[in-house]
């Protein structure tokens, strides 16, 4: 098997995958009689012609790394965005699309208060919390046709710490 190095999560390294959803600085606007920072529009979230925005609760089993990534997914009509309800870190691995498959993946470890969104289109691996519990807010497409496709690895690849 192959090894992928688990990185770091940061904005520029996920760009071409999506959005870190995170903190930057000072919020755009104080709003809520001066009570609350709102940091304004960080993720670009796609539904579609014929999709609508949805919020589901996602609840998945804690992984462990060293971690055996043998199928990732993409989700041609939407953006998916994983927002956890913990601080707890968890592992997000990405892949440029090569022809219609996944090519070499990438793996980042995200910091407490780190979010991301998928871009449409983006190959990914499934939601792999590293704790209990992997509690997770989701915001993806609700619409009809088929908006998953999967790609299962002949050799599997094993994500690694740094």
Known sequence: MTEIIAQPLTADAFAPFGDVIALRG??????????????HDLARLEFGTDGRAGISLFDAEPRRLPYRLDMMERHPEGSQAFIPMTQAPFLVIVAPDDGGRPGTPRAFLTAPGQAINYHRGTWHGVLTPLSAPGLFAVVDRIGPGENLEEFWFDTPYTVVPT
């Open 26 to 39: 000072a919020p755009d606007k104080i709003i809520n009689q001066g009570l609350c920072g709102r940091h």
